[in-house]
């Protein structure tokens, strides 16, 4: 009798620990302790930050970035090989995130409305790949690697994973088999140059359509991990116990919160007065994905200046246009791109603008396209 109650207890612990939904964390604190240099590049991030922010305080001119986007599926079964429409059904969950178009924004409570951001951020999957060639912005590798944890091997080909796309240029998303008990991490933005800076995803929480684990279904984890990509902090501040997240309009909230609550959770939380409670549906907490509705304008502003400060490639390039993108080839009978010419019928490698190019289907069809500069 004994030797069951150890059991069910130790089997108890593994649970818990295994609701971790996010290793942002984790992976900072040991790149931090890996490499001084990150530890230094990291520290000056949150100063800028605040410097940003001060100098461009109202962007009241509408102003959308679209951050090109590709996506490395590392698969070794079936399941782990998702498809084209689950990868475009997670584009568009980050497109209604981020530009707050999500139907279920009614749900975010009365009180919060009027701070909801529309972050005027977009994402495509790359049209044009590193070496200016036509992409669908999808890379598929085989491997024979297990489970990938938190260390180099995701981003490294020669140990089963998928090499970088420059990250200076585009955000790279790893789709695999991640370890149990992880949805996902993020690397949060500095001037440090290094390998493997993105996202790195399980196959099985990666979109809304497709071999998918609820409640992890909604495409919300990888809207949470663009926050931090994009240097956001969890809602509780994280490090600690009522923490600061660094955004003026977040609540101040104890520790993360899980499955999905009522309002208000926690009124008067951290000796606050606060009726309201945690903003436990921020797309910054740990609540299940149907429970997610909203970034503030707070986070917004945060987010924009990781963007101009740190990623700053992201807000003009042409890796977005050109060739069609996924959605496009599948609403139009799927037609696919073969091959992009110029005028005197040579394939081209390179970008090129003001320069009239043909793009040309496998269904016969002939596309004229210019890009302006
Ligand atoms: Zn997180």
């Not at 900072?28 to 461009?56: G, L």
């Not at 037609?335 to 394939?347: A, H, Y």
């Amino acid at each position: 009798m004994k030797r069951i109650l150890i059991l069910l207890l130790a089997s108890i612990s593994l649970t818990i620990n295994a609701q971790e939904r996010c290793g942002t964390e984790a992976h900072t604190k040991s790149m931090i302790k890996n490499n001084p240099e990150y530890a230094i590049a990291r520290n000056k991030v949150n100063t800028q930050t605040e410097k940003w922010i001060k100098n461009n305080p109202n962007h009241s001119e509408k102003t959308i970035i679209t951050i090109p986007v590709v996506v490395h599926v590392v698969w070794k079964t079936n399941n782990q090989n998702i498809s084209d429409a689950q990868i475009q059904s997670q584009i568009d969950v980050l497109n209604e995130d981020y530009r707050r178009t999500n139907v279920d924004k009614i749900n975010t409570p009365n009180v919060w409305q009027s701070i909801a951001a529309d972050c005027e951020i977009e994402f495509c999957l790359a049209s044009i790949d590193p070496n200016g060639n036509p992409t669908t912005g999808i890379e598929r590798t085989e491997t024979a690697h297990g489970q990938f944890g938190m260390n180099s091997d995701i981003h490294t080909s020669t140990s089963g994973g998928a090499d970088d796309w420059p990250n200076d240029d585009y955000l790279n998303i790893w789709v695999c088999n991640i370890q149990s008990g992880l949805l996902g991490y993020a690397s949060p933005p500095s001037n440090w140059i290094g390998d493997g800076d993105g996202l790195v995803i399980g196959y099985q929480y990666f979109g809304t359509e497709g071999v998918l684990q609820a409640p992890y279904n909604k495409g919300r984890t990888a809207t949470h991990e663009i926050g931090h990509w994009l240097n956001l902090d969890h809602v509780w501040g994280g490090w600690g116990n009522c923490g600061n997240d660094q955004v003026n309009d977040t609540p101040k909230q104890e520790t993360e919160n899980y499955s999905c609550p009522a309002f208000p959770l926690h009124p008067n939380a951290c000796n606050t007065i606060n009726a309201n409670g945690d903003m436990f549906m921020n797309y910054m907490d740990y609540t299940n994905d149907a429970c997610m509705n909203l970034f503030t304008n707070g986070q917004k502003n945060r987010m924009l200046a990781a963007i101009n400060s740190y990623r700053s490639n992201m807000l003009s390039h042409n890796l977005c246009e050109g060739s069609l993108g996924i959605s496009e080839q599948m609403k139009n009978n799927n037609k696919r791109l073969i091959k992009i010419v110029d005028i005197l019928g040579r394939t081209i490698t390179e970008k090129q603008k003001n320069t009239p190019l043909f793009y040309i289907y496998d269904n016969g069809s002939v596309e004229k396209k210019i890009i302006i500069e």
